[in-house]
């Protein structure tokens, strides 16, 4: 079973605009951590946000929000003020346990192209 | 800071032959783990190590392994190369606080392997 489902193949977003990127994940566990990477056409994987499953607070970081929904088991991203640099596949990941393990478990992502 | 370094960025092998990729996490860092990035599979975990032990193993076959030294550096190695391991590997380094802020993981720019 899909432990991190990401719906949206693809997007896009006017330039300027907020956009919304959807995560759902399945755990059992109780103490999580949920990220959100970016990834350009260069290949580096780069983190913008992070939320444990504890937090009570969404988690932001600049333009990044994460709209954390525990109850619905969902982590969405939201970008504010798109810019043209944010076309880039995203990737929603989730890490299991307190096990002192970094094991991240990714979804298939969403390719966000921003249009000018 | 440095960020997390992979040697070689590129690489061509033919099949049987073996590879071995490189990566230097983030000074400080002890954690290193290693994914590898398919069209087909999306990214998926390949092992972790931390203070030069494997605490945790993704489901690839044995031709798979990896060792860490003494100053982080860690090396994944493929044997008996076949074509489906043609990927992107990509190293993350953390400082290995799981189910905290800290956890968070940087990743490497990868190494874009291609079996003939």
């Known amino acids: 079973a899909q432990k991190i489902t990401q719906t949206q193949p693809g997007m896009f977003v006017q330039e300027k605009e907020a956009v919304t990127l959807d995560c759902t994940y399945d755990?059992?566990?109780?103490?999580?951590?949920l990220f959100w990477y970016k990834q350009p056409s260069s290949g580096e994987m780069i983190f913008l946000i992070y939320q444990g499953s504890y937090d009570e607070q969404n988690a932001t970081e600049g333009r990044y929000s994460l709209n954390f929904q525990k109850a619905r088991k969902s982590a969405n991203l939201v970008i504010s003020a798109s810019q043209l640099g944010d076309s880039a596949m995203y990737f929603c990941?989730?890490?299991?346990?307190?096990?002192?393990?970094?094991?991240?478990?990714f979804g298939a992502g969403t390719r966000l192209a921003v249009h000018p | 800071k440095a960020g997390v370094t992979q040697t070689p960025r590129y690489l061509i092998k033919t099949r049987g032959q073996q590879v071995t990729l490189s990566c230097s996490p983030i000074s400080g860092h002890r954690s290193v783990s290693w994914y590898q990035q398919t069209p087909g599979q999306g990214l998926q975990f390949l092992f972790e190590y931390f203070s030069e032990t494997q605490r945790n193993k993704g489901n690839f076959p044995g031709r798979f392994s990896g060792r860490q030294f003494s100053n982080s550096r860690s090396e994944m190695n493929v044997s008996t190369l076949e074509l489906g391991d043609s990927a992107l590997y990509l190293c993350a380094s953390s400082l290995s606080l799981a189910g905290s802020k800290g956890g968070e993981q940087f990743f490497g720019p990868g190494t874009r392997l291609t079996v003939l």
């Open positions: 990941a989730m890490r299991e346990g307190t096990g002192g393990y970094n094991k991240l478990i």
């Open positions: 755990t059992s566990d109780q103490s999580y951590g």
